[in-house]
């Protein structure tokens, strides 16, 4: 009869850990996949512009910096094209030029701003996802991404670059700028009121 009751408490010591084996690594692999959350301030961000989702926007160079090559000849227009919950990708195009994409990643709790330059055929370009983290300064409507070790390792000259994206409270215009050292060198605008 103890033999009998030992063997019961055997296979249920057995059976208990085999049942716990699977049930540890199921949560080991749910928090490996966890996306670390942004601030509310970025995530919202994100949100805004998810919500332009699969629409395109036409828009114009608002400001080039005197001495600096003008675009305003050609044809500005952003396509809302990737939205999730942890990332934004916004092809950018300028005429037939179709090799820019701005991403807006959630990486590792962090919001950060790339440049995703590649040809037609899909190789990336030698300078391209550059761009850097939010500053932690930023709002629902407004980012402020200082270039990032990356960014300064491949790119040419520092410059202090940084880059402002900035949509206006009543979702009705779109602002891209690059800085040099705080000072404005370049501006893009999109009105948001008027889908393509």
């Not at 790339?114 to 996802?129: E, N």
Request: proline residues 4%; glycine residues 6%; charged residues 25%.
């Amino acid at each position: 009869m103890k033999k009998n009751y030992l063997l019961i408490i055997v296979f249920a010591i057995v059976f208990a850990s085999c049942g716990q084996a699977p049930r540890e690594a199921a949560e080991q692999t749910e928090e490996k996949d966890a996306v670390v959350a942004l601030k509310p301030e970025e995530q919202a961000f994100l949100d805004n512009l998810a919500s332009l989702c699969g629409q395109s926007f036409r828009g114009a160079e608002t400001y080039m910096q005197e001495g600096r090559e003008s675009w305003a000849h050609l044809d500005f227009v952003m396509h809302v094209t990737v939205c999730e919950d942890d990332h934004v990708h916004i092809p950018f195009h300028l005429s037939d030029d179709t090799s820019r994409t701005w991403m807006f990643l959630n990486e590792d709790g962090r919001l950060r701003f790339r440049h995703d330059h590649s040809y037609p055929d899909g190789t990336p370009h030698d300078q391209t996802l550059y761009g850097g983290y939010a500053d932690g300064n930023g709002t629902a409507y407004a980012q402020y991404f200082p270039k990032d070790q990356y960014s300064r390792d491949l790119l040419e000259g520092h410059f202090g670059r940084e880059w402002h994206v900035i949509l206006d409270e009543d979702m009705t215009n779109f602002s891209y700028r690059l800085l040099y050292s705080g000072e404005i060198v370049f501006q893009a605008d999109f009105d948001l009121t008027n889908p393509l």
